[in-house]
């Protein structure tokens, strides 16, 4: 299988069957073509099992969202995150609330929604938790500091074989982690992220880059090691992504050679 993009060149003309046939043929010929590996079922069911979790937590963030702008409508406002909903479920129930009854019922609608996908979520995340415990790959995955279990499900399901790739900076970039670049004439100019490849496994990468920077911040970083020195010259969010693809490349070493996550430092 070849990605249609790397396909598109090699089109003439116009698009029709005949044309796309001879394009596939003239780019699997290339001697420097990448093609798309072919994962197992297993895979293919963790893989649905994460993005089962992911639609289910969309819907959530959903559903909060709504109950919150149709409770600021009434003067109810609570902050956003889940850790919140108690303050509205508070001021719904309260005997002497002045709100209308059809506005708690169909509030209280929203909160049993709410509810059951958190139900959901919570098993779904206890079935991905076991399954890295019985992965060897992901148990190796989650000795790299940031790595949970979610994340380390992700890798091993949703990424392509490790030997697909030449190096762990090939892996960075498909993850989309890398700068687009617009170089021409010996100038190099480089722009935003590429955001190539699996979007889910881009932004669990994001998110542990995340908790390990604010742990940092929060802690004192040393300021002999590279996050510390980086985080005394640079913006937290170019840190955060440059940490993220820092934890895709050893996340790649560690899926080629079968290996543990060793402390640069201790070492």
């Known amino acids: 299988m070849i990605p249609p993009i790397y396909v598109k060149p090699y089109v003439k003309r116009q698009k029709n069957d005949a044309n796309d046939a001879e394009a596939i043929a003239e780019a699997a010929s290339r001697p420097t073509m990448r093609f798309v590996a072919v994962k197992s079922a297993e895979k293919q069911a963790s893989g649905l099992a994460l993005r089962t979790r992911d639609l289910l937590v969309r819907q959530k963030t959903q559903t909060i969202n709504a109950l919150r702008g149709h409770l600021a409508e009434y003067g109810l406002v609570a902050p956003s995150g889940t850790v919140h909903l108690n303050r509205l479920q508070a ?13 708690i019922n169909h509030a209280q609608v929203l909160l049993d929604h709410i509810e059951m996908l958190a139900g959901k979520i919570d098993k779904l995340g206890a079935e991905l938790r076991a399954g890295a415990r019985q992965d060897p790959a992901a148990k190796r995955l989650m000795t790299i500091p940031g790595i949970g279990p979610i994340t380390a499900m992700a890798l091993t399901a ?12 090939d892996f960075a970039a498909w993850t ?15 722009g935003r ?12 990468l994001v998110i542990s880059a995340a908790s390990v920077v604010r742990w940092a ?46 402390n640069p430092a201790f070492a």
């Open 193 to 204: 992220r590429s955001k190539m490849g699996q979007r889910d496994l881009r932004r669990l």
């Open 91 to 103: 001021a719904i129930s309260h005997p002497e609330t002045e709100l209308p009854a059809a506005v």
């Open 158 to 169: 949703l990424s392509p074989d490790p030997s697909t790739f030449s190096k762990g900076r």
């Open 176 to 190: 989309g982690l890398t700068p687009k670049q617009f170089s021409s004439g010996g100038k190099e100019r480089i």
């Open 217 to 262: 911040i929060r802690r004192g970083a040393d300021q002999s090691g590279w996050l510390g020195q980086m985080l005394a010259r640079k913006p937290r969010m170019l840190v955060t992504v440059a940490l993220a693809n820092k934890l895709a490349r050893i996340a790649w070493a560690l899926m080629t050679k079968n290996e543990n996550y060793k």
